[in-house]
């Protein structure tokens, strides 16, 4: 256990480098640490610029925790608007649902789903062997490895996404971020997110529209797909669901009052 006047000499330090919550992440390092010398070097990692979660190589989502590597995104709050969405429009809990997550990352939306519907089983798909291995991890951790299978599989193998099969229930938080807008995010994200679940093509739009005419042969009758989107987004990711037939709701917006989520569903 780290004391007390080391963690406040490390929240100096977080404070001295700009940390808005240095106090709390130094209390978080702390708890994380196996030793003071481990401490150190969280402390040092993180005046450098490094993310908080990153250094603790994990995150919470949907009250749960996941592992992160490398070739993740960081599960944040905003996407977990994509299963509250879920849960508004399919309330009842007790159905045998089949679910995919295309790009699963860490598995977050997947296992979050799973963990909401208690007889779903479901499959998460990634170009990351990296992601893979980490939703696999948090499929164990999280007790729901034998409902949830990940592979690696990029959709635009529209054969191998295709043999799949069909689902009840689809989720995506595809990258959405055009092209040109990478270099002004912030450093962390440039620095430790990886570009390729952050660089949607030039307009941001690419993966929808990829993904779009692939729709109507995943979705079995009846089910719904739900994507998060960037929040000046919706119109133009309607449209390219209605273009190939599908019905597209939304958008449902985040805990900041933004567009965050748009269904699609067979006509």
Not at 29 to 55: M, Q, V
Not at 249 to 265: E, F
Request: aromatic share 8%; with cysteine; glycine share 10%.
């Amino acid at each position: 256990m780290i004391a007390a006047d080391i963690i406040a000499r490390g929240a100096e330090k977080l404070r001295a480098a700009g940390c808005d919550n240095a106090w709390l992440e130094a209390r978080w390092l702390a708890e994380d640490a196996r030793s003071e010398t481990e401490y150190k070097s969280f402390l040092a990692r993180r005046a450098g610029g490094e993310p908080l979660h990153r250094i603790l190589g994990w995150r919470e989502f949907w009250g749960l925790r996941f592992a992160l590597s490398p070739e993740t995104l960081e599960p944040r709050p905003d996407s977990e608007t994509v299963i509250e969405t879920l849960i508004t429009l399919r309330p009842e809990k007790n159905i045998h649902y089949r679910v995919l997550d295309l790009g699963t990352g860490t598995g977050c939306l997947l296992l979050a789903a799973l963990h909401e519907y208690s007889q779903g089983i479901g499959v998460g798909i990634d170009a990351a062997t990296g992601a893979v291995a980490a939703a696999q991890k948090n499929a164990a951790y999280l007790n729901l490895a034998a409902r949830a299978q990940f592979q690696r599989l990029d959709w635009g193998d529209t054969a191998a996404l295709q043999a799949l099969g069909t689902f009840d229930v689809i989720v995506c938080n595809p990258p959405y971020i055009p092209s040109r807008d990478i270099a002004a995010l912030a450093q962390d994200v440039q620095r430790y997110d990886p570009r390729a679940a952050l660089d949607g093509g030039a307009d941001g739009l690419a993966p929808y529209r990829l993904l779009a005419p692939q729709l109507r042969r995943l979705l079995a009758p009846g089910g719904i797909a739900l994507f998060e989107i960037g929040h000046d987004q919706a119109a133009a990711i309607k449209a390219i669901f209605q273009s190939e037939n599908l019905r597209a709701g939304g958008p449902w917006q985040d805990l900041g009052g933004k567009d965050r989520v748009i269904t699609a569903q067979r006509e």
